[in-house]
């Protein structure tokens, strides 16, 4: 049974840090692109980062852009997300995601395994 399960949501201050961690099991991802989205309430599910199969290629969505950094570990089977300097815009629920194909993605389509989501809210 393929899982993406990830840890670290919580509840932190405007400007603070947290570091999201997204695990694999039931089969490697090694050769896969990784992505993590975000849904607050309300609102459509949308494009955070992604970073292709051996982290050499990433894209950020414009919000989060010099803020927030995605890594992986393909020996763990692991994918991270850095997030610094968080906003109260930034409060929502986050999904890591496990693309269909190696390369870096931003559309939904693409992403073939979903994780259940981590809530992260940031007070003003």
């Not at 906003?87 to 993605?105: F, G, H, I, L, R």
Request: aromatic share 12%.
């Amino acid at each position: 049974q393929v899982q993406l399960v990830e840890s670290g949501g919580g509840l932190v201050q405007a400007g603070g840090s947290l570091r999201l961690s997204c695990a694999a099991s039931g089969r490697t991802f090694s050769n896969n692109g990784m992505g993590w989205f975000r849904q607050a309430p309300g609102k459509e599910r949308e494009f955070v980062t992604a970073i292709n199969w051996n982290g050499g290629l990433t894209s950020y969505a414009d919000s989060v852009k010099g803020r927030f950094t995605i890594s992986r570990d393909n020996a763990k089977n692991t994918v991270d997300l850095q997030m610094n300097s968080l906003k109260p815009e930034d409060t929502a629920v986050y999904y890591c995601a496990a693309a269909s194909a190696s390369y870096v993605y931003t559309e939904k389509y693409h992403y073939s395994y979903w994780g259940q989501g981590t809530q992260v809210t940031v007070s003003s």
